[in-house]
């Protein structure tokens, strides 16, 4: 069984960026990523680390907004509203959940599409089921796409299923292979165990997005599927893991993302593209 790493997908992302990023600095531009977090959340706190590390490392500058968690919904879109404004900001990155006491779905979609280079708002994941791509699609969701690309695992023609049907990444990731043309099944949790292993098992390629330990196991492959792991989870003795069960699939799968170090290691560096791509986006409309 193959074991599909993200390091040389994130790896070959990054250099794409850092050229792209190189040649904006040449012209006086510097790609940069507004990051607005509310509160101090401590899974937020250790991404934000994590994505700071990763701009400086490719050359983009971080502007951070930080709030306090008890800050009222009008000072965060206030907020929000200046970061829209400033031409020299590329893109937002919104740490969420926010508190209950603020309506997340608006504060979302308030961010501008060219600058939600994570791809949370409606305007950006309408643009997947349209096909008229405003803003960029979740990165969760185009890291699956991305490994399969990079590990030369064609979809067209391909029976996928994506388990999973999240706006976050099973639905978006569903539009992404259906534009390339793969045969897609969505499948859920209202789906039984028993028609949900048949299903895989007729597939050339499963996606799991399910957030359940053991969502895919031996039984769910025959032999050739290629499974991307979008799960993580965490088992009883806290150590992290998929949905994929990969002691029990063995040597069944013909491929398979590992978690940790799979598809959420390309997260990470897909964001940063994006904010090269907007940043590139906004100094080619500034020169038309």
């Known amino acids: ?11 070959y992302i990054k250099e794409k960026t850092t050229d792209m990023v190189s040649a904006m600095l040449e012209k006086n531009i510097v790609p940069t990523l507004g990051i607005l977090r509310v509160g101090a959340n401590e899974s937020d706190m250790a991404y934000e680390n994590s994505a700071v590390k990763t701009a400086n490392a490719l050359g983009i500058h971080i502007e951070k907004y930080i709030m306090d968690a008890d800050s009222d919904e009008s ?5 929000l509203k200046v970061m829209n404004e400033d031409g020299n900001i590329h893109g937002i990155l919104l740490f969420r959940p926010l508190p209950k006491s603020v309506d997340e779905d608006k504060i979302r979609n308030h961010i501008a599409p060219q600058k939600d ?7 950006s994941v309408a643009g ?6 405003r803003g960029f699609p979740p990165c969760t969701a185009e890291a699956a796409i991305a490994i399969l690309d990079y590990y030369g695992i064609g979809l067209e023609g391909k029976k996928v299923t994506v388990i999973g049907r999240s706006l976050v990444v ?18 859920h949790s209202r789906v039984s ?17 399910a957030g359940r ?11 050739s599927q290629t499974i991307i792991d979008v799960g993580i989870n965490f088992d009883p003795s806290g150590k992290m893991c998929g949905d994929a ?4 699939i063995g040597e069944k799968a013909s491929a398979i993302t590992p978690v940790p170090g799979g598809v959420g290691s390309v997260t990470t560096a897909l964001l940063m593209y994006h904010v090269a791509e907007a940043a590139e986006a906004a100094a080619a409309k500034q020169e038309d």
């Open 1 to 11: 069984m193959q074991l599909l790493k993200g390091k040389p997908v994130s790896d």
């Open 75 to 79: 000072d965060i879109l206030d907020v």
């Open 117 to 123: 280079v994570d791809g949370i708002s409606d305007a």
């Open 128 to 133: 997947l089921f349209t096909g008229n791509r």
């Open 170 to 187: 099973g639905k978006p990731v569903s539009m992404m292979l259906l534009d390339r043309n793969a045969a897609v099944t969505m499948c």
């Open 193 to 209: 165990p028993e028609d949900l292993a048949q299903i895989c098992k007729n597939s050339d390629i499963i996606i799991s997005a």
């Open 213 to 223: 330990i053991n969502t895919v196991t031996a039984d769910h492959v025959s032999g």
């Open 245 to 248: 069960d990969m002691d029990d």
